[in-house]
């Protein structure tokens, strides 16, 4: 897959390609249809098939100080438009400038002349433009105008609840692995470079591979059962983590700290997913290092019993 940022000039093998258009953060089942409806339109006609995705979030833009929320790294997102069959992402770069284009001007201009799209593949609720002006309908009458089809994709339901990334991330901080995973299609994960910390868990006979939670949503803080993957090797792995401030220890830290079951390597410098299966029980200070030893071990063998027994090589 190649990847375009909005101001790169486009190929012109890439022009007249079919374009699904959304945030597309956390990739979920809704996100899905509308980039599988592109996909399928643009093999039908012989036409390069682009996922176009926003980063930063134009919410993290208009309103930096809010919590982190993001569900996918770009890189995350780059793979996963790959495997739905997309040739190309392009990355609109969510600056001032695109904050003050008008619905017209996005879809006429860049839309339109700069990319040359044939046609755009939406949700219904789809909003674009300088303060929001844009929807479907804008979409369809300026798109007629530029020679651009459009379809849009209704909501996608799941027991009797439109998916979205608001009910994913509600899931997440309320610790719902389960749910989040469902409406994903995949556990929710975090990519990371393994960073040296104080060494409590080595101290304890659980050495961790540390990381830092940078831009993600911060799920419920506690325990989980987790499987990691290596990404320069593929190697698989399971274990069990905690996220949060570590309440044992002072001073807090924040941090997402994995011990990966019977693993021997060096993880540092290394970049890892992480991905939250299960969640096992609420962050806790406990009267001594002893009783926080004997419950990690309890919580080892409750990761091991939800993730099949598995055993790392």
């Not at 990739?27 to 980039?35: C, E, K, S, T, Y």
């Not at 208009?62 to 790959?82: I, S």
């Not at 969640?279 to 001594?288: G, I, Q």
């Amino acid at each position: 897959m190649t990847r375009l940022s909005h101001r790169d000039p486009v190929p012109e093998s890439l022009r007249g390609a079919i374009i699904a258009l959304g945030n597309f953060d956390g990739f979920h089942l809704g996100h899905q249809r509308v980039v599988a409806e592109a996909v399928d339109w643009a093999r039908a006609e012989g036409r390069p098939a682009i996922v176009a995705t926003f980063d930063p979030h134009p919410v993290r833009h208009f309103a930096p100080h809010v919590p982190p929320f993001r569900l996918t790294g770009l890189d995350q997102r780059e793979e996963l438009f790959t495997a739905a069959g997309a040739d190309t992402m392009l990355v609109f770069d969510f600056d001032d400038d695109l904050a003050a284009m008008s619905a017209t001007s996005f879809v006429r201009d860049l839309l339109g002349i700069h990319i040359g799209a044939g046609g755009v593949v939406t949700g219904e609720d789809f909003t674009f433009g300088k303060g929001r002006g844009g929807n479907i309908d804008v979409l369809r009458e300026v798109g007629a105008e530029s020679g651009i089809a459009t379809r849009a994709i209704g909501p996608v339901g799941e027991s009797g609840q439109t998916v979205s990334s608001s009910r994913i991330r509600d899931a997440l901080k309320a610790g719902e692995c389960e749910v989040a995973t469902r409406l994903l299609t995949r556990p929710f994960t975090v990519r990371g470079t393994v960073i040296h910390g104080d060494k409590r868990g080595r101290e304890l006979g659980y050495p961790t591979a540390n990381m830092d939670m940078g831009t993600y949503l911060r799920p419920r803080f506690g325990v989980y059962a987790v499987r990691g993957r290596v990404l320069a090797t593929g190697q698989e792995l399971t274990g069990a983590a905690n996220l949060g401030v570590r309440p044992q220890f002072d001073p807090p830290k924040e941090l997402l700290e994995p011990y990966f079951f019977d693993f021997s390597g060096d993880l540092y410098g290394q970049e890892i997913d992480v991905s939250l299966c299960h969640f096992l029980r609420p962050e806790a200070k406990f009267d001594s290092l002893d009783a926080l030893k004997a419950q990690m071990e309890q919580d080892c063998e409750q990761a091991r019993d939800l993730l099949g027994g598995a055993r790392n090589d």
